[in-house]
């Protein structure tokens, strides 16, 4: 299925879920990258400058730092400081694990446990921008723990809610694949069919506190209309309800 969801997306206006001094939250589309790449593509931070800058008639630079990335693929909450006091702050609490990701995932199959942890070591291909599963020992090998929970089923796909504990490049991907149950639509990783430029990974959910009033944040964002499309309406209705449950 040939889908090119984010062209032109550098003439859109970005979906901002926060916004304040310090800190915005944006929903990125799928086939953006967060942050500038090798293909020159618009890049979700570039777009949200951009924005700033027409918006508030602001001259010279916008400050904009992305406290952590989001596969392009994919779709959902990014997390972005506006001052560097604000992007100091935020990327301490991200070393030290205080923020909370927790993605939606369409997978191939139907997992025989509905909740489970999934633990292991991850190493990362910098010239083919890919990961995989290693043992301990292996050089550049990487510890990864996650909890997914099994929300429906329809057919041959299942609605998941992954609750990351680290945060590694293609995490999710590789640890539903290891298990057996490929994000839909990530051939990359054994996927059945493709989506075009588009995965069926969401970030859904961010808990962060603030940088400087120390309040905790909680931000929500529901999946792509274009899983109704490509998946089926019961799934994103399900995906939906359920972060309204999670309010």
Known sequence: MDLNIAKGAGNETPHLVHEDNHV???VKLPGIPTQSDRSGDPCLIDIVK???AKRDAKPGNVYLSAVHRIDRPSS???????????ASRLSEQMREGLIHKEYLAVVEGRPDVEKRRLEGWIAKNAARNT??????GFKGARYIACEYELLTSVKELSLLAVRLETGRSHQV???????????AGDRRYGAKSGFGNMIA????????????RKESIVVVAPPPDIWANVMTKQILEDAKKYLIRGQ
């Open 201 to 212: 990974l969401h970030s859904c959910r961010l808990r962060f506190s603030h940088p400087t």
């Open 173 to 183: 991907r590789v640890q539903m694949a290891h298990a057996g149950y490929p994000v």
């Open 24 to 26: 915005i939250v944006v």
């Open 50 to 52: 951009n924005f700033i």
């Open 76 to 86: 959902g909450l990014v997390l972005m400081a506006r001052t560097s006091k604000g």
């Open 131 to 136: 990961s995989r599963m290693v043992d301990k």
